[in-house]
């Protein structure tokens, strides 16, 4: 079993930035794939930045430049810079984690005002 701690998240002006991070912990080993996905109201949940197989990150287009995760430097974390902020990037923020099936943190709201 995976448990996954969120933090960061909030209220920011268009053009700002704010940082996600996230912890995983339980009866786990070293965790490969993780990353972020977020879902906005009334859309479905998208991916947004994740290391996929072999630590190989992905980005949404949409976030390309302006977003980057890392890992974090406690073992099994993982960070969400987000630069740049838009009024579209709007949203719930999950912490998402592969280890035998998918995890999903909580979520963490992150509001961008135009």
């Known amino acids: 079993q995976v448990q996954l701690l969120e933090s960061g998240g909030g209220l920011v002006q268009a053009g700002g930035s704010l940082r996600l991070s996230c912890a995983a912990s339980g009866s786990i080993f070293s965790i490969d794939q993780m990353g972020w996905y977020r879902q906005a109201p009334g859309k479905q949940r998208e991916l947004v930045a994740t290391f996929g197989i072999g630590s190989r990150r992905n980005y949404a287009d949409s976030v390309k430049g302006r977003f980057t995760i890392s890992r974090g430097n406690a073992q099994n974390s993982v960070n969400l810079q987000m630069n740049s902020l838009k009024p579209e990037d709007t949203a719930v923020y999950y912490c998402?984690?592969?280890?035998?099936?998918?995890?999903w943190g909580q979520g963490t709201q992150v509001t961008v005002s135009s």
């Open positions: 998402w984690v592969y280890y035998a099936r998918d995890y």
